[in-house]
């Protein structure tokens, strides 16, 4: 993609996608910069606008990302995309009521997007709104059934409530999804200490060797990347 955006500078496709995969690899001066590019070729586009907002998040200048939404929005009001990014970065700015106002309207333009519900469910709970938390965790993980951590956060919702049976099933859901989920095994054994024993030890030893596994991948991976890191200076003795 840099040797596209050599041969084609002014390519809006290209500089869109080159942005955001600088993005992805935590690239992100260089991703504001090609989307600001964007924006200076097509000074119209909601969607730039929204894409340089992303940038903006990413690399942690919030008060800019959401002046992008803003522009996006005065260029096209109807743009869901924009509402639901401004809803999480006014979130990230502690301005839940605004940032509901805007999860409200992405939701009425574009009602089956499951982000829409799973961020929003973040508002309701800094402000202590457990039911209204769990609702819309609810109806994420309907939309969006492989989405692992929002069963984690709908049961972790439902135990705040004292909905323990409830939890129970959430976290052998999120389990199904992924049998190997650490945070979903320690959490279903907790809940099972008291009504069924076994089970609950059952899931205590299963946890640990998850969690054994887990270091032990760590480890891996911080070998390989040192080994990779001295073939690289080419110090055969490191690696």
Do not use: C
Request: charged share 30%.
């Amino acid at each position: 993609m840099d040797r596209a955006e050599s041969l084609s500078p002014t390519d809006v496709e290209v500089l869109t996608l080159l942005g955001k995969i600088k993005g992805r690899l935590g690239q992100f001066p260089e991703a504001v910069t090609l989307f600001q590019r964007v924006i200076e070729l097509s000074p119209n586009s909601a969607e730039a606008h929204v894409n340089l907002a992303i940038a903006f998040y990413d690399a942690g200048a919030l008060p800019k990302a959401l002046e992008e939404t803003s522009r996006a929005l005065v260029i096209d009001p109807n743009l869901e995309i924009a509402h639901l990014n401004r809803g999480r970065i006014l979130d990230d700015l502690r301005r839940e009521p605004e940032a509901a106002a805007e999860f409200a309207a992405a939701r009425r333009l574009t009602p089956n997007d499951p982000d829409v519900y799973y961020y929003w469910s973040f508002v309701e709970r800094a402000e202590g709104h457990f039911v209204k938390e769990s609702d819309l965790l609810q109806q994420a993980v309907k939309l969006e059934p492989q989405n692992e951590k929002a069963f984690i956060l709908l049961a972790n919702s439902l135990l705040d409530q004292s909905r323990k049976p409830e939890a129970v099933v959430v976290l052998r859901d999120a389990l199904a999804v992924n049998p190997k989920s650490t945070e979903a095994t320690y959490m279903l054994s907790r809940a099972l200490l008291k009504s069924d024993p076994a089970e609950s030890k059952r899931l205590q030893k299963q946890f640990e060797a998850l969690r054994a596994h887990s270091a032990a991948l760590d480890r891996s991976k911080k070998l390989a990347n040192q080994g990779y890191g001295a073939y690289l200076e080419q110090d055969w003795t490191k690696g």
